[in-house]
């Protein structure tokens, strides 16, 4: 090998074994008044773990952290610490200046700055059904304007005529439309992990994370996905969901519906936490044991596809979530027919639609421990029957105040 390349390997070696700390939020942090968050910081190389301090606008918070832990980051055997703040909130609206900086005895100081903007957020007390199309942007919008008002409205006359529509869809015609950007943060093209995670948390997580950010123990499951790296899916640092935010801060009861699998990552993204969207027997478990919710489940309705993923006989735990949900006191039901005869009073519900009559695992498929089911059971939809039906219950069983009563629907919303 030349002797240049040589010296450019022992720069490398030399940069990568300098002390560094790191405080594991993007640079553009958006948080709502009371909104959780984990803060977590890393130090790499360091000679011991010294003290850490922790400012916010110039107040020390370093007392919510915890110790230093011994920890191996990048899989590269160095002397590593972590310290974490776990569900930590800014109750005042403000561009807050948080500063971590570490210090030890014999080594230069560290310091990490960070901004970060939290916004006030004052709920009114109604209702509201957001309906996502996945992946639906103004191209999709576009399509589905031109196919359904360019037919005639009259014999021999085209809807569409000199640029302009006789009739707009009623999308079109909402009293309020507003635009997202949603590049990803490692990607201009994001996946719907990303996109999910952006809107129901304000912030950009990286490909295929769902409403989690990356952390330096990640190289240990994206090496090896097997039980013994579960704690490792756990450890990211995690952002709290709207719904979460509104069911555990202000009282609202609140419901996932999806026509798709519910461990799919637009649903996932609203009541789980991990770095990768592959991990959907955890997000079933985090929608009965919710992180942000004191371990309670995510949501009082529960609806879509993809019964596997609370099954004992597929799950690698061996866990049946569904009789889990049901100690907790849902109700369970798994067709059409049984929804449409749930009870007005219900109050938790679990409607698990489908389960194909064969589900294969990379557990069975190559003898290792998985945490969920292969990508090609996973992205085949639910059977027909489960179609449409999940808003019908939501009038009279998940629109309610906190006192029980049922609300008027939203106007323009056929419930």
Not at 87 to 95: E, G, I, T, V, Y
Not at 376 to 395: C, I, N
Request: aromatic residues 8%.
């Amino acid at each position: 090998m030349p002797r240049f390349c040589l010296l450019l390997l022992a720069f490398a070696r030399l940069l990568t074994a300098q002390p560094g700390l790191k405080l594991l939020l993007p640079e553009r942090t958006r948080l709502l008044a009371g909104q959780q968050i984990d803060l977590v910081v890393e130090g790499r190389n360091l000679p011991e773990a010294g003290v850490l301090t922790v400012r916010a606008s110039g107040m020390d918070i370093s007392a919510r952290f915890s110790k230093a832990t011994p920890a191996d980051l990048d899989c590269d055997a160095s002397r590593d610490y972590v310290w974490r703040a776990e569900l930590f909130s800014f109750d005042a609206p403000a561009l807050t200046e948080l500063t971590v900086e570490w210090r030890s005895s014999n080594q230069t100081p560290l310091r990490e700055p960070r901004q970060i903007r939290v916004q006030a957020f004052n709920p009114q007390r109604r209702n509201l059904i957001l309906f996502i199309g996945d992946a639906m942007g103004n191209a999709y919008r576009d399509a589905a304007r031109i196919v359904a008002r360019s037919t005639e409205t009259r014999p021999g006359v085209s809807g569409l005529r000199q640029g302009f529509f006789d009739k707009w869809n009623e999308m079109d015609e909402m009293p309020v439309t507003g635009l997202v950007m949603t590049y990803g943060y490692d990607n201009l093209v994001p996946d719907s992990a990303q996109t999910a995670s952006h809107w129901s948390t304000g912030n950009k997580p990286l490909t295929g994370a769902l409403s989690a950010f990356p952390d330096g123990t990640d190289c240990q499951w994206r090496t090896s996905f097997n039980a013994a790296q579960l704690p490792f899916l756990r450890d990211n640092p995690r952002v709290e969901s709207l719904l979460e935010f509104l069911k555990r801060r202000h009282g609202y009861r609140t419901g996932n519906v999806s026509t798709a699998f519910l461990t799919d990552a637009t649903p996932a993204a609203q009541g789980s936490h991990t770095p990768t969207r592959r991990a959907t027997f955890e997000v079933s478990r985090q929608y009965l044991e919710n992180p942000m919710l004191k371990g309670s489940p995510a949501f009082d309705i529960i609806l879509g596809g993809g019964k596997e993923d609370f099954d004992a006989d597929i799950r690698a735990d061996g866990r049946d979530l569904v009789k889990e949900f049901t100690a907790k006191g849902f109700s369970f039901v798994q067709t059409a027919t049984a929804l449409a005869a749930v009870p007005a009073n219900t109050k938790l519900l679990l409607g698990l639609f489908r389960r194909p009559n064969e589900v294969r695992t990379a557990a069975r498929r190559d003898g290792a421990h998985d945490f969920s089911r292969t990508h090609e059971e996973r992205e085949r939809p639910p059977p027909p029957d489960a179609r449409g039906e999940g808003t019908r219950p939501l009038s009279s069983l998940l629109c309610r105040n906190r006192v029980g009563t049922p609300r008027r629907k939203p106007s323009g919303v056929d419930i």
